[in-house]
């Protein structure tokens, strides 16, 4: 069974260390602020102006002013602050940002990311500030289904579609497995589903490394 989008956004919530500033894209991304851990002090940062966004509101907690940068309504936490659009990409382009969590339309096994635009004519296309986040965070953590619809594999050898970033993406966490890549592969962590890794690796196309005994979820 691939787990849910929630159960990845949960997934992603465990890595993020205690004290560090982040960035968390429109989709499924943002759901990480929902999942995290209670006894960690993480800041997040909203590139339309918002440091340190709390969970998504529900209820009489919504204030219609109080939005992420996917238009959700959203929470803040004690301490939190406002500026200017301008000084968010900022701290963004500055290198301030720790991580930063993005959805994908494709990921290559030496960290390229292509999120803003297919080679559909239909397609409409929209960076927003990925760029930014891809190239100024300090780590760069992916979300997204390993499958296209068509049954392709979005985890790639070269990514097809125009880059948002070459290079930048550490970790990539799928409803079928997590991936880390690194020098010397694409290693898996996790697997969610049931198959052995040889049969994700024909699943996906490229050699895989089998991590899993070094992850925190065989701890």
């Not at 000084?87 to 292509?114: E, K």
């Not at 125009?162 to 970790?171: D, H, K, Q, S």
Request: glycine share 10%; charged share 20%; aromatic share 6%.
């Amino acid at each position: 069974m691939t787990l849910s989008r929630q159960q990845i956004a949960a997934r992603v919530a465990l890595d993020i260390p205690d004290g560090s500033y982040v960035n968390l894209g429109i989709g499924v991304p943002t759901l990480v602020a929902d999942f995290l851990p209670d006894d960690r002090e993480i800041i997040l940062h909203t590139e339309n102006g918002l440091l340190g966004m709390g969970p998504a509101a529900a209820g009489n907690e919504v204030d219609e002013d109080l939005i992420n940068a996917g238009k959700i309504y959203v929470t803040e936490v004690p301490g939190s602050s406002y500026f200017h659009h301008a000084d968010s990409f900022a701290m963004m382009r500055g290198g301030h940002l720790d991580y930063c969590v993005l959805g994908a339309f494709q990921v290559s096994v030496r960290g390229d990311l292509a999120n803003w635009r297919t080679n559909s004519p239909t397609a409409i296309p929209g960076v927003g500030g990925a760029m930014d986040l891809a190239m100024g965070a300090k780590h760069v953590y992916v979300v997204m289904d390993l499958l296209t619809k068509s049954g392709e594999s979005k985890l790639v050898t070269a990514c097809d579609y125009p880059l948002t970033g070459a290079e930048c993406v550490e970790r990539v966490y799928t409803d079928h497995a997590l991936f880390e890549l690194g020098e010397d592969g694409v290693r898996v962590l996790d697997l969610y589903v049931d198959m052995s890794i040889r049969d994700l690796e024909a699943l996906v196309g490229i050699p895989l490394l089998d991590a899993t005994a070094a992850s925190i979820m065989s701890t």
